[in-house]
């Protein structure tokens, strides 16, 4: 039986009556510009490599700085898309929301709890790159995408990497499905058989060429974003589908994958 820590169970469990609660809630108005946030000169502090920097306090952005005015409506629009998808009992602790320059990383989140903001929590940054390539950004509620590549994976990838830390899942995905006592596949280096268009793949042994490369927390938060974001999870006996359906067994996953599933349907 999976050992579950008494707080992650109590943070789900909240999660998912909150969303249970929200089905006939009207959406929340968001911001509609970085303008009405107020400038922080604290967070001049912020690597450079940030063009758009911003405190985060539950739903509301509280204060920002900005290198480049482009990038701060970028990341409007950006957590806009990410508390529409992800309820706030679901990211409680994430304090600061950043867009970053360059693409060597789409995304970026920092499990050690170092922030700029001088409060306790978790910083999440995405690449500008991503958000100016995407169509309808400024609509919140459109249907998510579930290929790699794209805007929606990378804020589901780098969400389940605070989720998936915050509640043990990286640990016990690894119990059952990692070690010695477990046959391992070959990982290739180079995989060149995955779909083109960054759709992951539901059968097999793994469900992206990424996680097939990189494994470890990379793997668990790849098949995690494949559990959210798939339309259809796979019901066969194969290494991955076992993988992706390992997330149904976790309190307030499923409640959060049919919440996601609904956004603009």
Not at 62 to 78: N, P, Q, S, T
Not at 90 to 101: D, E, G, H, M, T
């Amino acid at each position: 039986m999976p050992r579950w820590s008494l707080a992650a169970a109590l943070i789900l469990c909240t999660a998912a009556a909150t969303l249970l609660a929200a089905r006939t809630a009207p959406p929340r108005p968001t911001q509609a510009t970085a303008a009405s946030i107020p400038d922080d000169a604290a967070l001049e502090r912020a690597d450079a490599a940030y063009l758009a920097v911003f405190e985060v306090v539950d739903d509301r952005l509280v204060g920002k700085h900005l290198r480049d005015d482009a990038a701060g409506d970028l990341g409007i629009a950006c957590w806009s898309r990410l508390t529409t998808g992800f309820p706030l009992s679901y990211r409680k602790l994430i304090v600061q929301f950043n867009i970053q320059s360059g693409r060597r990383w789409a995304g970026r989140f920092d499990g050690s709890g170092a922030n700029d903001v001088g409060r306790a929590g978790f910083r999440l940054s995405i690449a500008g790159y991503l958000a100016a390539e995407e169509k309808d950004l400024n609509d919140p509620h459109r249907p998510f995408t579930p290929r790699r590549g794209t805007l929606d994976w990378t804020l589901v990838h780098e969400m389940g990497h605070y989720i998936c830390l915050r509640t043990n899942a990286i640990e016990l995905f690894s119990q059952q499905f990692d070690g010695d006592q477990v046959p391992q596949p070959a990982r290739r280096e180079q995989p060149d058989d995955y779909p083109e268009d960054g759709s992951p793949r539901l059968s097999g042994d793994f469900v992206t060429s990424y996680a097939e490369r990189v494994g470890g927390d990379e793997e668990v938060v790849e098949t995690f974003t494949t559990f959210l974001l798939a339309p259809e999870l796979p019901r066969d006996e194969s290494l991955v589908a076992r993988k992706i359906r390992f997330f149904e067994t976790m309190p307030g996953f499923p409640e959060l994958r049919e919440h996601i599933q609904r956004v603009g349907r």
